[in-house]
């Protein structure tokens, strides 16, 4: 998970409320999160200020918490058969 879903989740704020605050398309949120595009160095700045995170934290990649969930299920489920 990028560090754009991945914060823009941990503020628990939509794609669209991002989009409104930053007067951008909704779609390109969506790219930002799947990596088809990389903001520019001002907008950068921007959500990293909304977010409350330095720049390094958007271009992190960090673990999907459903895949996390799911690990962790595995090794509860495989320790009480």
Not at 7 to 21: E, G, T
Not at 24 to 52: C, F
Not at 70 to 78: F, G, W
Request: glycine residues 4%; charged residues 25%.
């Amino acid at each position: 998970m990028t560090g754009f879903a991945y914060h823009r989740l941990h503020n628990a704020l939509s794609v669209k409320d991002v989009s409104s605050v930053l007067g951008i398309k909704p779609q390109t949120v969506y790219n930002w999160e799947n990596n088809k595009a990389i903001p520019n160095s001002e907008t950068l700045i921007k959500v990293a200020r909304l977010y409350g995170v330095i720049i390094d934290d958007l271009l992190e990649e960090y673990p999907n918490p459903i895949d996390e969930c799911k690990k962790r299920l595995e090794v509860y489920e495989s320790g009480t058969s």
